[in-house]
């Protein structure tokens, strides 16, 4: 990642790549931490994600974690990606995790 380059950019690409492969199986897909407070110019700048499918799905959620990778390679920046089903979100919103994700996070789906 160039000095210019914000991670805000590596985590629209992935948020477009994830729609485009797995849109019909995602319904969240919240950027939260560093890339979203502005404080991605670090040497170990970092994209956070919160990604909610639909339902469970380990095949699926490992070919996320991989594009992930890919994208964050492509970027400079390192993705933390927290794939969880919906009925798992919805059953544990007043968790500080999924709370703050949701709160302070940016929605790309």
Same mark, same amino acid.
């Given at each position: 990642?160039? &000095? /210019? @380059?914000? %991670?805000? /950019? +590596? %985590?629209a690409t992935f948020a477009a790549r994830a729609q485009d492969d797995h849109g019909e199986a995602i319904r969240d897909l919240v950027v939260f931490g &560093? @890339?979203?407070?502005? /404080? &991605?110019?670090? *040497? #170990? @700048?970092?994209? =956070?994600?919160l990604l909610v499918l639909e339902e469970a799905d380990p095949e699926r959620e490992r070919r996320l974690e991989a594009l992930a990778e890919t994208v964050g390679a492509e970027h400079g920046v390192v993705f933390e990606v #927290? *794939?969880?089903? @919906? =009925?798992?979100? =919805? +059953?544990n919103s007043d968790h500080p995790f999924i709370r703050t994700a949701l709160e302070e996070g940016r929605s790309y789906v």
């Open positions: 990642m160039s &000095d /210019d @380059a914000p %991670a805000g /950019d +590596a %985590a &560093d @890339a979203v407070r502005g /404080d &991605d110019r670090g *040497v #170990h @700048a970092s994209v =956070e994600v #927290h *794939v969880l089903p @919906a =009925e798992r979100v =919805e +059953a």
